[in-house]
């Protein structure tokens, strides 16, 4: 494939898919051809540069991305490599944002499989272009055409293959270039030969010919004349067509290889100089003035003022924290000043290094639309903009995945509570999908994460990194009680000891109040029968009382509490002894108030394709679930519904398993509502926590 003049030799692609189809395998082959490793890394083997974490290197899968810089025809590609598996699309999100286009590989025997589809809609979200590599076609049970019609299927008709195989797959002797319409020979050694087409291809060649020929042509008006007055259109206007067609997302090129042999690679990095956009042409970035809130726009010009947005953070074992980030605009410097506009604080930039993979390099300099890294930022996180002091601007920020699957943590060890929260921050710098909540009412530590592995990965981080371990528990739900009846009660508390005694005594009422009001005192004392100084102690017995619950030991809500009477004695009255009268008034009332329980509801939005959507609402009523609506989103549908929180802890992995992994879905907090009489009875029966713990 001939290459066309560029007005920069970047290109900043994400190499992205689902989970096993050979991503990191066809990065390390790029970086073995064009020099920059002296042997081929390889993920089964634990020897790959890319996936150095050893939990990459334990799993053989792809934990988080890295950076691949593939020096090729005068054009730097710099390749990020993210993970495949649904638990780590916040890797995924972050190199999207910062890439200029996106490379797809598609497993040639399983085909389109589910991270495809998902990474292919964020990328419609950013407007990303997109090239698409078939792997693994040395395997058994492999097939081009297949795929490409599951890719159509899928993705529409701008699939256009640009290469052939030429002989049954996986025996395939050669490949037949679609532009320049000739064969490309394999050899035992050496370098490809070129031929004709063969006749049994010739009919497929010139078909798959003629359509990229049309895509090139629709994307410009002055070839798009030449082609309808029946002109023929010379390779080198073709090949700038399609470039532009690509760009436009009206094109996504396809071709084929296996990345363990290097089959077809050297066609796939021309393809990409060829054909995806470099920085320059993305076109300026758009940015918010810090101060005045208006629009900016900044262009791809390594002269102009520096803008950068961080996209990764990690904590590099003799660095320290690495911060990684997309240069924008004008140029970063080493020993230099920025500005972070998130923080609203300057950063001293140290030394400079450019990655891959593992591997750091000093560098002096990042320039406009090149990607590099700094060590020991101060304040600076993931999704920050680095800017010029004297021009604060923001760039719009990663939207990272929110955490959908939640467990409970509980240190192994006494004592290592502090060292656990402490090492749990440090995490989140690294992992922006990762959330740690310590939940009051239910006195234990929360981990969210997008998935079963996710959620190992990080204990398995809080191990090996920081020497603390912890056990994965079922989250409590945590319920509330109130009451639905009307109700009054008299407490007295009256001890004698000898001396000095103990004496209070009250009447107080109970009514039930509307829900999420809360609690409401009201006082009713006239004529003194219970002093003023005492009245406040009341109240405080009343709060204290109803946070250990009358049911199941769960907090009491949305009560209104009224104190009407009461009587005191002018020695042996204290505030602590109407606090216990006040307690004892109200466990009787609110016993005789009709309890009940409450749990929590939360808001569901399942996207999920629409073949899948009867097993969704079927299981939704199965959970307890009520549907309050349906959407369709092109190919998908979109269930909006609420069910209780107990019941969809484990939702990502049910989901998950009823779609394939094709569905998705966020969760929030709704409200608060009445547990039915049956699943109340377990929840009490069951029930060992009083005081407010649970």
Same mark, same amino acid.
């Given at each position: ?205 010139? %078909?798959?010919? +003629?359509? !990229?020929?049309? /895509?090139? =042509? &629709? *994307? ?6 030449? $082609? ?104 970063? %410097?080493?020993? +230099?000043? !920025?500005?972070? /506009?998130? =923080? &609203? *604080? ?6 400079? $290094? ?124 945590? $319920? ?215």
């Amino acid at each position: 494939m001939r290459r066309v003049a560029l007005s920069t030799g970047l290109r900043n692609v994400a190499i992205v898919g689902h989970g096993g189809s050979g991503k990191t395998t066809l990065a390390e082959g790029l970086l073995h051809l064009a020099g920059q490793t002296p042997r081929l890394g390889r993920v089964d083997e634990g020897n790959s540069i890319l996936d150095a974490d050893p939990d990459a290197i334990r799993r053989r899968i792809s934990i988080s991305a890295s950076v691949a810089p593939v020096p090729w025809g005068g054009v730097k590609l710099n390749l990020v490599d993210t993970p495949g598996y649904l638990d780590f699309q916040g890797e995924v999100r972050a190199a999207l944002r910062i890439a200029d286009a996106a490379l797809f590989v598609v497993d040639a025997v399983a085909g389109v499989e589910v991270g495809t589809e998902l990474t292919w809609r964020t990328s419609d979200e950013l407007g990303l272009p997109r090239m698409v590599f078939v792997n693994k076609m040395d395997r058994d049970n492999a097939s081009f055409a297949r795929t490409v019609d599951q890719l159509r299927g899928a993705f529409g008709r701008t699939i256009l293959p640009l290469y052939l195989p030429i002989g049954a797959e996986p025996s395939t002797r050669g490949m037949v270039d679609v532009l320049a319409s000739k064969a490309l020979l394999f050899q035992a050694k050496g370098p490809l030969t070129e031929g004709p087409v063969p006749e049994d291809l010739e009919a497929a060649a010139e %078909s798959a010919r +003629s359509a !990229v020929v049309e /895509a090139a =042509a &629709e *994307a410009d008006d002055d070839l798009l004349a030449r $082609y309808l007055d029946g002109e023929q259109l010379p390779p080198a206007d073709v090949l700038a067509g399609l470039r532009a067609a690509v760009q436009a997302g009206k094109a996504v090129p396809v071709l084929w290889g296996a990345a363990g042999s290097l089959t077809g690679l050297p066609q796939l990095a021309d393809a990409m100089v060829a054909l995806l956009p470099s920085p320059a042409d993305r076109g300026p970035v758009r940015a918010e003035d810090s101060k005045t809130g208006q629009a900016r726009e900044s262009a791809p010009d390594a002269a102009a003022p520096p803008l950068a947005l961080v996209w990764k953070t990690m904590a590099d074992p003799y660095v320290g924290k690495l911060t990684i980030f997309r240069v924008y605009s004008g140029t970063i %410097s080493s020993d +230099s000043q !920025v500005y972070d /506009a998130n =923080a &609203e *604080a300057a950063e001293r930039v140290g030394q400079l $290094y450019a990655l891959c993979g593992k591997e750091q390099k000093p560098v002096a300099a990042v320039a406009a639309g090149d990607i590099g890294a700094v060590a020991k930022l101060q304040v600076t996180h993931t999704g920050d903009t680095l800017c010029d002091p004297g021009h604060p601007v923001r760039i719009r920020p990663i939207q990272f995945p929110r955490p959908v699957h939640v467990v409970a943590i509980e240190p192994k060890a006494k004592g290592d509570e502090d060292k656990i929260s402490a090492a749990l921050q440090r995490l989140q710098e690294e992992d922006p999908t990762l959330s740690v909540e310590r939940n009051a009412e239910t006195h234990q530590t929360l981990l969210s994460g997008l998935g079963e592995m996710h959620l190992d990965v990080i204990m398995e981080r809080l191990k090996r990194k920081f020497g603390v371990e912890v056990t994965a528990v079922a989250p409590r739900v945590p $319920y509330r009680e109130t009451v639905r009846g009307h109700a009054k009660a008299e407490g007295k508390h009256k001890k004698q000891t000898g001396g000095r005694g103990q004496y209070g005594h009250v009447f107080l009422e109970v009514d039930p109040m509307p829900r999420g009001e809360g609690f409401a005192f009201v006082d009713k004392i006239f004529g003194g029968s219970v002093p003023r100084q005492y009245i406040p102690a009341v109240e405080k017995g009343l709060r204290e009382c109803m946070t250990e619950g009358i049911l199941a030991g769960y907090p009491v809500v949305d009560v209104q509490v009224t104190l009407t009477d009461g009587s005191y004695h002018p020695v042996d009255s204290s505030e602590m002894a109407f606090k216990i009268a006040a307690s004892m008034a109200f466990k009787k009332a609110a016993l005789d108030a009709q309890p009940v329980l409450l749990e929590p509801i939360v808001d569901l939005e399942v996207t999920v394709p629409e073949e899948y959507l009867g097993d969704v609402m079927g299981d939704l009523n199965k959970k307890r679930g009520r549907i309050q609506g349906i959407e369709t989103r092109g190919a998908f549908s979109v269930v909006h519904a609420q069910a209780p929180q107990a019941e969809v802890f484990r939702y990502a992995i049910d989901l998950r398993s009823m779609t394939q992994g094709r569905g998705v879905f966020t969760l929030s907090f709704s409200h608060y509502e009445e547990v039915p009489a049956q699943v109340a009875q377990s929840v009490i029966e069951h029930s060992t926590v009083k005081a407010g713990v649970q």
